[in-house]
């Protein structure tokens, strides 16, 4: 654990904190204006519009190019709304439904060799966040039905990949700016130059 914290640097440690406390703050907001659309539904508001929350894995991902960011975000987000009890905490099971999404969209990136350097890999990255998430609070609190779970994971995946785009698109204004540092040895990613380029 030791060696992979140390590859980062004390500005990776910055914004996976700003992240994870963006992802918090937005949920206050976000969670009851989406229940008025998803209450009526009957699905979860996590599903609905968990994608727009994910998005600060992503973006930090991204701004880091590293992995294991997305599971320091994760697992800092778990301690804060265990710790604040803000909207959208589960109690002692934060560690399990906060921490899940970041673990898997971190081996999922390995997985594809992949570091948030494209749109398509940031619109995979938000949705396996989003439904992990979502299958996460479904195991722990609804144990929907078959079919309604599918249709609850799918609308997950959806709001996830969407969630993803948006990484993506604010990542690209960012790095328009210079506002996001510099990566592999002061340069981005040839990935991202190229798709920077289109």
């Not at 998803?38 to 979860?44: A, D, N, R, T, W």
């Amino acid at each position: 654990m030791s060696k992979i914290l140390q590859r980062f640097r004390i500005y990776d440690f910055v914004i996976i904190a700003i992240m994870a406390a963006l992802g918090i703050a937005i949920k206050p907001v976000l969670v009851p204006l989406a229940h008025i659309i998803s209450g009526p539904l009957m699905i979860p508001s996590g599903a609905f519009a968990g994608g727009l929350y994910m998005m600060w894995l992503v973006v930090g991902y991204g701004i880091t190019g590293k992995p294991g960011t997305s599971t320091l975000i994760a697992l800092i987000q778990a301690f804060l709304v265990m710790f604040t009890g803000v909207v959208g905490s589960h109690g002692v099971m934060s560690l399990f439904t906060y921490l899940s999404p970041g673990i898997v969209m971190d081996l999922l990136l390995l997985l594809i060799g992949h570091r948030v350097c494209c749109r398509g890999c940031a619109v995979i990255a938000g949705a396996a966040a989003n439904v992990t998430g979502t299958a996460c609070v479904n195991i722990v609190f609804f144990q929907a039905p078959g079919a309604y779970l599918l249709l609850i994971l799918s609308i997950a995946v959806l709001s996830g990949g969407i969630g993803g785009l948006l990484a993506w698109e604010l990542l690209k204004v960012l790095r328009k700016y210079n506002l996001t540092g510099k990566r592999e040895g002061g340069v981005l990613p040839a990935g991202i130059r190229e798709k920077e380029q289109q």
